[in-house]
């Protein structure tokens, strides 16, 4: 099964910059997509196709691919952005769906 | 503006069929731009995609879930939704119904709806 893996937790001080990756287990690998949920919320959109912000969505949040990994980066931290963040993708034949486990961000 | 609003009993019991349905306003289900989703968060963990349906009534899902689950949709109601049987515990989760947007990400997600197996 195609899995993708992220740290558990990471943690940044306000005004700082935090960078929360996304290990893909094989290739080739397809389009990733980051989502921001906060306690009690459904997941938002932050990030498709590796690097494309949604509209509405702060220009802070920013993502980059290299090789079999994603990374999501949030430039000048603010309290705010303290959320579980997600990546998510597709196995090799675009049919199957996957979530990495999901990643805790701290703001200290 | 699409909002997605799930529906069903937030209880059930085990061995049972659980039962959701999800509800499309402000836009088109039977758009090929769009397929659409299920997807649960077990409490305190994180996001399992269960499957999605497309435009077409084609549908696909996890392969850890076996044949227990059943997508279907309901054009003339604007409605999608999810079978899961012979369910345990295990299955008690928050269930979210999403759209699958032709860039391939879940753009637009209900608000998520309890659901506890107990007898």
């Known amino acids: 099964s195609y899995e993708l893996t992220q740290p558990p937790s990471v943690s940044v001080s306000p005004g700082q910059t935090a960078r929360i990756t996304c290990s893909a287990d094989?290739?080739?690998?397809?389009?990733a997509y980051w989502y921001q949920q906060k306690p009690g919320q459904a997941p938002v959109l932050v990030i498709y196709?590796?690097?494309e912000r949604p509209s509405g969505i702060p220009e802070r949040f920013s993502g980059s691919s290299s090789g079999t990994t994603v990374t999501l980066t949030i430039s000048g931290v603010q309290a705010e952005d303290e959320a579980d963040y997600y990546c998510?993708?597709?196995?090799?034949?675009?049919?199957?769906?996957?979530f990495g486990g999901g990643t805790k961000l701290t703001v200290l | 503006q699409v909002q997605l609003q799930e529906s069903g009993p937030g209880l059930v019991k085990p061995s049972q069929t659980l039962s959701l349905t999800c509800t499309v306003s402000?836009?088109?289900?039977?758009?090929?731009?769009?397929?659409w989703s299920w997807i649960r968060q077990h409490p305190g963990k994180g996001l399992e995609w269960i499957g999605y349906?497309?435009?077409?009534?084609?549908?696909h899902h996890n392969p850890s879930l076996k044949s227990r689950v059943t997508i279907s949709e309901d054009t003339s109601k604007k409605q999608f939704s999810l079978k899961v049987s012979s369910v345990t515990a295990a299955d008690t989760a928050v269930y979210y119904c999403?759209?699958?947007?032709?860039?391939?990400?879940?753009?637009?997600w209900g608000q998520g709806t309890m659901v506890t197996v107990s007898s």
């Open positions: 999403a759209r699958v947007s032709a860039l391939g990400a879940f753009d637009v």
């Open positions: 402000g836009g088109s289900i039977n758009s090929g731009d769009y397929n």
């Open positions: 349906i497309y435009y077409s009534g084609s549908t």
């Open positions: 094989a290739l080739p690998k397809r389009f």
């Open positions: 196709k590796d690097s």
């Open positions: 998510q993708s597709a196995d090799s034949s675009g049919t199957y769906l996957v």
